[in-house]
């Protein structure tokens, strides 16, 4: 869910070619969080979704909210013994996650050079494709058994 967010915020960014707003990274005019963020337009929600400032805002940041998400995933995945294949694509969506915003960034940085627009698109299909393919094995794979002490008395009723 947070990732589909995020791929939409991306379509938004891209529209309304809000990438330009900004070529610094993680400041935006000197600021951690600029100012007239929701203020831009009236009612406020509607700079969420047509201000480029807030959208590209938020985009380059809620990336690190999809990068939590993937973070405790992984952890869980391990802590709930589920099968080698099951971590190996979360190591997968790890890699990509940290590849897909180093794009990102560069993207911003370098003034929103075609070639590496293209790349960061192509990066967030192969999220979504890895993301599907995970949620897929994780309905499928239950976590490995648990080996379970049995008291004696437990073994007395059997
Ligand atoms: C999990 C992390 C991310 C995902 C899944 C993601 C996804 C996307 C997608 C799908 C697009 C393209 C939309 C389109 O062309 O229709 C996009 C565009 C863009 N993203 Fe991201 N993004 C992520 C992180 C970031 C970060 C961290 C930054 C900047 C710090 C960033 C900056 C941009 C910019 C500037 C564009 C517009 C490029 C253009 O105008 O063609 N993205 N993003």
Redesign the pocket.
């Given at each position: 869910m947070v990732?589909v967010v995020?791929?939409a915020?991306?379509?938004l960014?891209?529209?309304l070619?809000?990438?330009?707003v900004s070529d610094t990274?993680p400041l935006m005019f000197g600021y951690l969080v600029p100012p007239k963020l929701l203020s831009v337009m009236e009612p406020w929600w509607v700079n969420l979704f047509e201000t480029p400032l807030t959208v590209?805002f938020i985009?380059?940041w809620f990336?690190f909210v999809?990068?939590a998400v993937v973070v405790a995933l992984a952890v869980a995945v391990r802590r709930q013994g589920y099968d080698d294949e099951v971590i190996a694509s979360t190591n997968l969506l790890l890699a990509l996650?940290v590849v897909?915003?180093s794009?990102?960034?560069s993207?911003?940085i370098f003034g929103?050079p075609k070639w590496l627009?293209i790349a960061?698109?192509g990066?967030?299909v192969l999220?979504l494709g890895t993301t599907i393919f995970l949620l897929h094995r994780l309905r499928r794979a239950a976590p490995a058994a648990v080996a379970v002490p049995v008291s004696s008395q437990q073994r007395a009723h059997t």
């Open positions: 990732l995020q791929i915020y991306g379509g960014v891209a529209g070619k809000a990438g330009h990274w590209h985009h380059r990336a999809v990068a996650v897909q915003i794009l990102g960034v993207v911003v929103v627009a960061h698109q990066t967030a999220l």
